[in-house]
């Protein structure tokens, strides 16, 4: 694929990474508001409140994943255009889901996890860095996964009751 193509390519599967952004967002609060809804509406008398709960808490964790794993292919995106706008004009033999898989390879998604979590310890900053707060997607991660945080703790509030 020669280098205008293969740019086009690139630049289109990273222009999709933010409409799963979008959607990941809407499904995560709109699965959890059906929960309480149909707890509303239908299993108020029969079942504890810890349910409607703990499902919240699984489906935030499950939100939370998927944020990491849209960060992962958003940031190979970014990078395989990057390494097809560094090649020389008159390049011919570029292969963009190849280099994207290369990239994707590359990815921690632990050390990502634990830096949306924890930044890079400086000195000035004890944990979290300002930049993770400018960051929409990071700052969806801490989102979701705080969710669950919430969600858990109110499960088990709702258990022990």
């Known amino acids: 694929m020669d280098k205008g193509k293969a740019h086009e390519v690139a630049v289109k599967m990273f222009q999709l990474e933010g409409d799963r952004w979008a959607k990941n967002a809407l499904g995560l609060l709109g699965a959890v508001f059906s929960i309480f809804f149909a707890y509303g509406r239908a299993f108020r008398n029969e079942l504890s409140l810890f349910w ?4 919240s808490a699984g489906v935030s964790f499950a939100a939370a994943l998927i944020a990491l794993s849209i960060r992962a292919t958003t940031d190979a995106w970014r990078s395989t255009i990057c390494c097809i706008e560094h090649t020389p ?14 990239f994707l390879k590359q990815h ?6 634990t830096f949306i979590l924890c930044g890079r310890p400086r000195k000035k900053d004890k944990c979290w860095p300002k930049d993770v707060l400018f960051s929409v997607t990071r700052l969806h991660v801490v989102l979701a996964g705080l969710a669950c945080l919430l969600f858990a703790v109110a499960a088990w509030h709702f258990a022990c009751v």
């Open 52 to 55: 409607p709960f703990a499902l």
């Open 108 to 113: 921690k998604y632990w050390k990502d996890a």
């Open 89 to 102: 004009p008159g390049a011919t033999d570029l292969r963009p889901f190849d280099t994207f898989a290369e």
